[in-house]
């Protein structure tokens, strides 16, 4: 059973920088993607950043291309994502989630970490 674990939320102020945490196990992943979602309240989730766990290519949200960066580490089955000039509207809770290659949708989730921008 695939279990995603996400850490490294918390609040920091505009301009600042975050780095949050997607620990991965119960699978190879060799034919995975991952990615980050972040849900606003009120608002649906949307697509945050990705990224192929063999090859490493990647894919960003127009809304953070130059200001976060998406990465795995092989040998822990981490993902991460760093995020820098963070914007009040960066505020969310950003979700860690994974699909197989192959498949359009997102079948696992992690549960959740919240990141607030103070302004």
């Known amino acids: 059973q695939v279990q995603l674990v996400e850490s490294g939320g918390g609040l920091v102020q505009a301009g600042g920088s975050l780095r949050l945490s997607c620990a991965a196990s119960g699978r190879t992943f060799s034919s995975y993607i991952l990615g980050w979602f972040r849900q606003a309240p009120g608002k649906e989730r949307q697509f945050v950043a990705s990224?192929?766990?063999?090859?490493?290519?990647?894919d960003y949200a127009d809304s953070v291309k130059g200001r976060f960066t998406i990465s795995r580490d092989n040998a822990e089955n981490t993902v991460y994502l760093q995020m820098n000039s963070l914007k009040p509207e960066d505020t969310a809770v950003y979700y860690c989630?994974?699909?197989?290659?192959?498949?359009?949708?997102?079948?696992?989730w992690g549960q959740g970490t919240q990141v607030t921008v103070s302004s």
């Open positions: 989630a994974a699909r197989v290659i192959i498949t359009r949708s997102y079948s696992y």
């Open positions: 990224i192929r766990w063999s090859g490493g290519s990647t």
